[in-house]
């Protein structure tokens, strides 16, 4: 069985650093696109970054310049480096990996979420 696990969520200062891990395991071919979403209290989910299998890359407007996202495809990993964190990056991190298993099959999942919160 396919899963994935987040880890880096914390509570930070205003300008402070958080670097976010997404792991996928169990029988998997590869990862195709992969992405970071959040989701702050009585807001949608939004987008936050993403990152295609030859490591095109994708921002939203308030990630740009502050945030990067990157794959190890040994490891099966995705990363968000979050840098100059604001109040206003308070949310729930989720990860979302479309993935080839090694049945041929696409699979997308969704990772249980990591909270990051940030206190100014």
């Known amino acids: 069985q396919v899963q994935l696990v987040e880890s880096g969520g914390g509570l930070v200062q205003n300008g402070e650093s958080l670097r976010l891990s997404c792991a996928a395991s169990g029988s998997i071919l590869r990862i195709n696109v992969a992405g970071w979403y959040r989701q702050a209290p009585g807001k949608q989910r939004e987008l936050v970054a993403s990152i295609t299998s030859d490591d095109n890359t994708n921002y939203a407007d308030s990630a740009k310049g502050r945030f990067t996202i990157s794959r190890d495809n040994a490891k099966k990993r995705v990363y968000l480096q979050m840098n100059s964190l604001k109040a206003e990056d308070t949310a729930v991190y989720y990860c979302?990996?479309?993935?080839?298993?090694?049945?041929?099959?696409?699979?997308?999942?969704w990772g249980q979420g990591t909270q990051v919160t940030v206190s100014s």
């Open positions: 979302n990996v479309d993935l080839t298993d090694r049945t041929f099959s696409r699979q997308v999942l």
